[in-house]
């Protein structure tokens, strides 16, 4: 009944669940289904609409015991029409939006949890690692508690702290890594001990993405839009997208697949540079939308498919476009989504510049997570909120920047006279006073760096002694300068009272 395939080479065997790739060309493999037999099922035999969540799918989902179906009622989101969001961005198509924020922890990859941690109870499994950029450890680790697994979470350090809360909470185990490619070494590792690999290319998670397609068809009564827009991070929900749009065209649902059109930032877009697109060139803020700012995203071979096959393009918004997205959707639809979902948005913007959509297209947003899981661009927006209208300022003291200590902002001083190498800060550092280690001061740069206060650039410097050598400059970002002197601010009246 269910085989993998090979997204590349066809290559079909039968579905095994701990193979994450094709063991002929190690492309993508996904879960196929013996449609042909579904087709002789009846409407009605195959979807059960008295769930409200994707296990109303539950045929066309690779699980096989009832008993072992853990669900948190993810899924079955809300689809409505946007009112005053066309107006805002001045756009003349029908903007359709796809709620995912409300699932239960705030992200389309419930519908990947559900169905991963479903088939591990059926296979009696009683521990999973995960590589997460932030959303897929939280949605996991929530599973995982419902279900009583034992879930380790590698993750690399820059990652959004809503994100890092709610994983903790749900008890999800933090192993701390490098960058993305040490986070998948140290798991797959793990993973050759017996713990199963819950990596965002498994193929059972995976194919619980699609139903945010089967939803889509079904609640447009069985027809499909012209676009869906949706974020790009590791590909696999666009990749999943496209694959539920097939089926159900395979069922014979629908009759076409709508143009998919995925969203990266300016900042790292390796999809586009398979694929071409449209690029918006803007200030980048490299903490912001860590989840879409993937360099080698695992299910690469899917998105590009998905973005192939159905006639679409990718575009790579800016980080201030996204963030302005945020607060554009929130204060037009009630919406508020985190910066990586909110790049659907600025997407719609930038493919009506280009005429890409125009007036009468149905353009679907799939607004992929909640805004409180990224702290950071709140308090942004509630600064930028402070300039425009003036009477937020307490909300902000009140937020306090606690985490910026004293030695912070020595740093931010010293890199607001001039920019300047890790060891001349830690030597200024001491002239100030403060004695502490270089690893301390590295330690102190990379959380500033992470705050989106300062920011890196790489330096080639010639070395009489040791020739050309990398060097990295530390650079104050204008936040950084805003919060330096807001503190400061706030230090002079605190002296005076
Ligand atoms: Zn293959």
Not at 151 to 170: A, D, M, R, S
Request: proline content about 4%.
């Amino acid at each position: 009944m269910k085989n993998l395939r090979c997204v590349s080479c066809g290559y079909e065997f039968p579905l095994s669940d701990t193979i994450l790739k094709c063991p002929l060309c190690g492309s993508n493999v996904e879960v196929m289904y013996d449609y042909e037999r579904l087709k002789e099922v009846s409407n009605e035999g195959l979807f059960e609409a008295s769930r409200s969540n994707i296990w109303r799918y539950r045929a066309l989902l690779p699980v096989f015991s009832e008993k072992c179906i853990v669900s948190l009622d993810e899924g079955w989101t809300p689809l409505f029409e946007a009112k005053n969001l066309p107006e805002r961005l001045n756009v003349s198509s029908k903007l359709i939006l796809k709620n995912e924020t409300i699932n239960p922890t705030g992200s389309f990859l419930d519908r990947g949890s559900s169905v991963l941690v479903s088939r591990c109870l059926e296979l009696g499994v009683s521990a999973i690692a995960c590589v997460t950029t932030g959303n897929m450890g939280a949605s996991l680790s929530a599973y995982c508690a419902k279900a009583c697994i034992s879930c380790t979470n590698f993750i690399p350090k820059l990652v959004e702290l809503g994100k890092l809360y709610q994983t903790v909470i749900y008890g999800g185990k933090i192993i701390w890594c490098e960058d993305v490619d040490d986070a998948t070494a140290k798991a797959l590792k793990a993973c050759n001990k017996g713990v199963y690999p819950a990596l965002p290319n498994n193929p059972i998670f995976l194919d619980g993405l699609k139903t945010t397609a089967i939803e889509i068809c079904e609640q447009m009564n069985w027809n499909v839009p012209n676009f869906v827009v949706v974020p790009i991070g590791n590909g696999g929900h666009i990749g999943m997208i496209w694959k539920g749009f097939w089926e159900m065209m395979q069922l014979g649902f629908t009759d076409e697949i709508p143009k998919l059109v995925g969203v990266q930032t300016a900042r790292c877009a390796p999809v586009m540079e398979i694929t071409g697109g449209i690029m918006r060139r803007g200030r980048e803020i490299r903490s912001v939308a860590v989840d879409i700012a993937i360099k080698k995203p695992l299910n690469l071979y899917l998105a590009v498919r998905a973005i192939r096959e159905s006639k679409g393009t990718v575009i790579a918004v800016s980080d201030d476009e996204m963030i302005e997205s945020v607060s554009i959707l929130a204060k037009s639809e009630g919406i508020f989504a985190e910066p990586a979902a909110a790049s659907t948005v600025a997407a719609i913007k930038a493919l009506s510049d280009e005429g890409i959509i125009e007036r009468g297209d149905e353009v679907v947003c799939v607004l992929t997570g909640a805004g409180l899981k990224d702290p950071f661009t709140a308090r942004e927006l509630v600064r930028r909120a402070r300039e425009v209208c003036g009477v937020l300022g307490d909300v902000e003291e009140f937020m306090g920047f606690r985490r910026i200590g004293r030695t912070k902002m020595l740093i931010l001083e010293i890199l607001k006279e001039k920019e300047s190498y890790g060891y001349a800060i830690w030597k200024e550092l001491r002239r100030k006073g403060r004695r502490i280690s270089m690893p301390t001061v590295y330690q102190h740069l990379l959380e500033l760096e992470a705050m989106g206060l300062i920011e890196r650039i790489p330096r080639v410097v010639e070395d009489s002694r040791a020739g050309r050598r990398n060097k990295v400059l530390y650079k104050v970002t204008k936040i950084g300068l805003e919060i330096l002197e807001s503190l400061l601010r706030g230090r002079a009246g605190n002296t005076k009272a």
